[in-house]
């Protein structure tokens, strides 16, 4: 098991492009998160996913934004007509699913920049 | 609603022992969390307490807890150059469906110096 796999690990994009991320959580675990990292700040909740469901989003997540995770498995989260403000790191977490410790494992990210 | 608190820089010297300090306001938090981040990566587990429990102690790391004031601290002894990172504390959330999430502070950035 190689840990939690995102992919790209750097975008650069053109303002009003659409991109897509990809993890790939730790396998069997069933539930898998997106953050939100910008410079100097800690990670923001955006989503959260319990098997294929999705089950929170975050205020943060506008229309724009969209997360699958369509067989439960690897998840993917789309940003349409992406602005400068999108640009951030965006850290996917999947964790093991015992109710009472949240321990969650957290890939190396992907680092987008909007210009 | 939750929050999270920690002083954002910290410089020591090698050899010395850190201590990191935090505020979190959910008192039904029932786990509070250190996570590790060193440039470019993600972030790393480094250790977990629950809130029964004042003191958490694992090889060199120290975590104390205090309930009634909401306090959390990671102390970190004989501090090494490669412990030089973003600490961030965290706290464990209520989320819907029966989920938690996890509320991240700023985190504190250590730096550590010869």
């Known amino acids: 098991d190689t840990g939690v796999s995102q992919d790209p690990r750097h975008k650069i994009t053109k303002r009003g492009q659409n991109v897509t991320f990809r993890c790939d959580p730790i396998s069997e675990h069933n539930r898998l998160y997106w953050y939100r990292q910008t410079l100097g700040q800690g990670p923001e909740f955006l989503t959260y996913f319990q098997n294929e469901a999705q089950l929170e989003k975050s205020r943060l997540l506008s229309d724009r934004f969209s997360a699958e995770r369509p067989k439960g498995s690897f998840s993917t989260l789309e940003i349409q007509r992406t602005e400068q403000g999108d640009s951030a790191m965006y850290l996917c977490?999947?964790?093991?699913?015992?109710?009472?410790?949240?321990?969650?494992?957290f890939g190396s990210g992907t680092q987008l920049s909007v210009l | 609603g939750e929050d999270v608190e920690q002083s954002l820089f910290l410089s020591v010297r090698e050899g010395d022992s850190s201590v990191i300090n935090c505020t979190y306001t959910?008192?039904?938090?029932?786990?509070l969390y250190w996570y590790k981040q060193e440039p470019g990566a993600g972030l790393q587990l480094l250790t977990y307490?629950?809130?029964?429990?004042d003191m958490k102690q694992d090889q060199r790391l120290t975590v104390l807890l205090n309930k009634k004031d909401k306090h959390l601290s990671l102390r970190i002894a004989d501090t090494q150059t490669g412990d030089s990172a973003i600490y961030f504390c965290a706290e464990m959330a209520p989320g819907r469906g029966g989920y938690n999430k996890l509320i991240f502070g700023a985190g504190t950035r250590l730096a550590v110096h010869p």
């Open positions: 307490i629950f809130s029964n429990m």
């Open positions: 977490a999947s964790s093991p699913g015992l109710a009472t410790n949240e321990k969650l494992f």
């Open positions: 959910d008192s039904s938090s029932t786990y």
